[in-house]
C-alpha cells in the first residue's frame, strides 16, 4: 500500500525525458502521469490508500496549462488535492492566476526560482472576484536545504476580510432564538452566540433570514432549509439540525456541538397503583408459613408445659389452669402482635416459651416494619410501558414528531416493522404534527400523549407537568451547524470550532443556555400518604363494622336464652296473686 500519491500533469510538447527522470525520482511513490487536458476524467480513479489527498504536479505555465487550471477552478472539486505548479521567474502570481479562483480551503504551492533559490509560495483566494493572497510557505537553497513554516495551515488563513455569507435559521430555542428588527434577522441562542464567535475570529459577516422547516427528501428532492443549501440560496443553516445520512450526503455539517438523545416523553402518572398484597410482601410466602407453624408450636409447647408441670405438682400445680390448647393460641398470637399479659407463668419451663415467643417476636417484628415502611416510602412510579412497542401495543396513547425534522425521517425511513407501523398509524397524519417542541411538552401535559424530542429542549423550556422518558427507548443523535456541499470555510469552521471547546469557551456557552440542574436541600425524612396505607385503613374500618355486628347479634342471641326463663316467673308470679286472694 502506498503512503503518498503524485500526479503529473503535463500539456502538450513536454519533454518525456523529464517526466521520466521526474518518475524515477519520485519512486516509491504512487506516480500517475496524465495529460491535464484527459486529468478530469482520470482523477476519480486515482486515490490514495490512506486517505492522503494525492498531490498533482504542474510542470509547466504555459497558456494550456492556465486555460486548463481556470476550468478545474470552477468545478468545486479542486480542493480535494494538493497542487504544485512550476512556474518561470519572469512571471508574476498575479498575472498567471488572474481569472482563476483557487478555493480558501486549497493547498496550492507554487514553485518559483529566485537568486539560485527554489521559493515555495502559497497561493489562495478567499472568495471568487476578490485579491489572490499569498504566503511565503518555504524557501530551498542548494547549499542549506530547505525551511519551511512551522505555521499551521489554519493559523495562517485566519482571516476571511470581510467576507459576507448568507444564512437561514429556524426558531428553535434555546439552540436558535431569532429576533427581527426592521426586516433584519439575527440569531441568538446557543448556536446564534457560537457563530457571533466565530464571525468575529475570522472577520467575517452573515445576513440571515427565516426558514420555515429543516427539511426532508421527497421523491427524489428536498425541501426546506435543506434545499436552499443544495441550491447555494445559504451558505449556513443555523438550528437544532440533526445529522442524519440522508443529510450528510446532501450537505456538510461542522463537528457536532451537542451529542444528546431523542427520548420519548409521556406525563407522570400521578399514583401508584394500589395493591392489596403490599402488606404481605415484605416477608416471603415461605417466610409467612413458618411464622404461622412457629405460633402453632409455641402454643403448644405452652399449653403441654403448663398441663404437665400441674401434673406433676411444680409451682402451678395449686393454681387454676390457665393455659388450655385455645388459651396457649391466643396467648402466643398476641405476644407476636407485641401485646403484653396480665399473668407471669410461674415455672421456668413456661417462662421459657414465653421468653422465646417474645424475642422471636420481636426480631420478626423489626425486620418487618424496616422492609414495610421502606416500601411505602419509596416513591416508585409504575410506567404504562416501557418502549415504542408498548406504546403501540397500549392503543390509548399518541404519538407526536416534528414535521420534516430528523425525528420524522427516523421513523418514515426505518427498517424495524413495528417503527414503520407507529408511522403509518400515529405519525402521519397531520394531527400528530406539531411546529414547536414547546406546544409538544403541553400537549404532554393535557392528555394520554408522547412526544419524541431531546432532553437539552426539556431543560430550558417550562414544563407544565412532571414527564418522564421511556426508559427503554432513546435515539443518539448528533447536532451541528450545517454548511453548503463542498463549503470552502468548512475546514477553518471546524478547526476555530475545536480552539473553542478545547478552550473551554463551548461549555461556558452551554452553561449559559442550560444551567446545571442544582439539587434542591430536602428533608431526609419521607412521609408515607394517606393513599399508601388504605388497606390497613379498611381493614380497621371493617373489623369495626364487624365488631358491631356481632355485638348486636349477641344481644340478641342473650335476649333469645333469657327470654323463656322471664315468662315463667311471670306466670308463677300470677298465679300466687290469685291464690292468696
Known amino acids: 500500500m502506498y503512503t503518498a500519491a ?40 486515482f486515490r490514495c490508500h490512506n486517505g492522503t489527498p494525492p498531490l498533482c504536479v504542474l510542470l509547466a505555465s504555459n497558456p494550456t496549462t492556465k486555460h486548463e487550471l481556470t476550468r478545474l477552478s470552477q468545478s468545486r472539486n479542486m480542493s480535494r488535492l494538493s497542487w504544485l505548479l512550476f512556474l518561470d521567474d519572469t512571471t508574476s502570481l498575479e498575472h498567471f492566476f488572474y481569472g482563476i479562483n483557487i478555493p480558501f480551503d486549497c493547498n496550492f504551492l507554487v514553485a518559483q526560482p529566485r537568486e539560485n533559490r527554489i521559493h515555495l509560495t502559497e497561493v489562495y483566494r478567499v472568495a471568487e472576484g476578490m485579491s489572490l493572497l499569498k504566503y511565503s510557505y518555504a524557501v530551498w537553497n542548494p547549499d542549506r536545504g530547505a525551511r519551511r513554516t512551522t505555521t499551521k495551515l489554519y493559523e495562517r488563513r485566519n482571516n476571511l476580510h470581510g467576507v459576507h455569507m448568507k444564512g437561514a435559521a429556524i426558531e428553535d430555542p434555546p439552540i436558535t432564538i431569532l429576533k427581527e428588527t426592521d426586516e433584519i434577522v439575527t ?142 393460641l391466643c396467648c402466643v398470637f398476641s405476644i407476636f402482635c407485641q401485646q403484653g399479659q396480665d399473668f407471669t407463668p410461674k415455672s421456668i419451663s413456661c417462662r421459657l416459651v414465653f421468653l422465646t415467643a417474645y424475642l422471636t417476636a420481636v426480631i420478626l417484628l423489626s425486620a418487618y416494619s424496616a422492609a414495610l415502611i421502606s416500601f411505602l416510602t419509596k416513591q416508585s412510579v409504575v410506567m404504562p410501558f416501557r418502549d415504542l412497542q408498548g406504546l403501540l401495543k397500549d392503543g390509548t396513547y399518541r404519538l407526536g414528531i416534528m414535521p420534516d425534522s430528523a425525528e420524522y425521517e427516523m421513523f418514515e425511513n426505518s427498517a424495524s416493522g413495528y417503527m414503520h407501523e407507529l408511522f403509518t398509524k400515529l405519525i402521519q397524519h397531520e394531527s400528530s404534527l406539531l411546529n414547536t417542541a414547546e406546544e409538544g411538552i403541553k400537549q404532554v401535559c393535557l392528555d394520554k400523549y408522547a412526544f419524541v424530542t431531546t432532553l437539552h429542549l426539556i431543560t430550558w423550556h417550562p414544563v407544565p407537568c412532571d414527564v418522564m422518558a421511556l426508559p427503554d427507548e432513546s435515539f443518539p443523535v448528533s447536532m451541528a451547524i450545517a454548511l453548503s456541499k463542498n463549503n470552502p470555510y468548512k475546514r477553518i469552521i471546524d478547526y476555530n470550532l475545536h480552539n473553542l471547546r478545547d478552550n473551554g469557551i463551548l461549555k461556558r456557552l452551554r452553561l449559559q443556555w442550560w444551567k446545571p440542574q442544582l439539587p434542591q436541600l430536602k428533608s431526609p425524612w419521607f412521609t408515607v400518604d394517606f393513599y399508601s396505607v388504605t388497606p390497613i385503613l379498611v381493614l380497621m374500618a371493617a373489623g369495626v363494622i364487624i365488631a358491631g355486628i356481632f355485638l348486636v347479634l349477641e344481644r340478641k342471641w342473650h335476649q333469645c336464652q333469657h327470654k323463656e326463663p322471664c315468662e315463667i316467673l311471670h306466670c308463677n308470679a300470677s298465679s300466687k296473686i290469685n291464690f292468696s286472694e
Not at 6 to 18: A, F, H, K
Not at 20 to 43: C, D, N, P, R, T
Open 6 to 45: 503524485v500526479t503529473i500533469l503535463y500539456p502538450e510538447l513536454q519533454d518525456s525525458r523529464m517526466l521520466l527522470h521526474l518518475q524515477k525520482f519520485l519512486s516509491g511513490l504512487q506516480v500517475m502521469s496524465v495529460h491535464i487536458q484527459a486529468y478530469s476524467q482520470e482523477e476519480k480513479e
Open 187 to 328: 440569531v441568538d441562542g446557543f448556536f446564534g452566540q457560537v457563530w457571533a464567535l466565530l464571525e468575529r475570529r475570522l472577520n467575517f459577516t452573515t445576513s440571515f433570514k427565516r426558514a420555515a422547516a429543516y427539511g426532508k427528501l421527497v421523491n427524489g428532492s428536498w425541501n426546506g432549509l435543506v434545499k436552499m443549501l443544495r441550491t447555494h440560496e445559504v451558505d449556513v443553516g443555523l438550528s437544532e439540525f440533526t445529522m442524519t445520512q440522508e443529510r450528510l450526503g446532501a450537505v456538510d455539517f461542522t463537528f457536532p456541538l451537542i451529542i444528546t438523545r431523542y427520548n420519548v416523553l409521556i406525563q407522570q402518572l400521578l399514583h401508584e397503583v394500589l395493591s392489596w398484597d403490599d402488606f404481605l410482601k415484605p416477608f416471603s410466602t415461605g417466610l409467612w408459613l413458618m411464622v404461622g407453624i412457629s405460633v402453632l408450636v409455641l402454643s403448644f409447647m405452652l399449653s403441654a408445659f403448663h398441663n404437665l408441670g400441674r401434673h406433676y405438682g411444680n409451682a402451678e400445680a395449686d393454681d387454676p389452669s390457665r393455659y388450655g390448647l385455645y388459651d396457649s
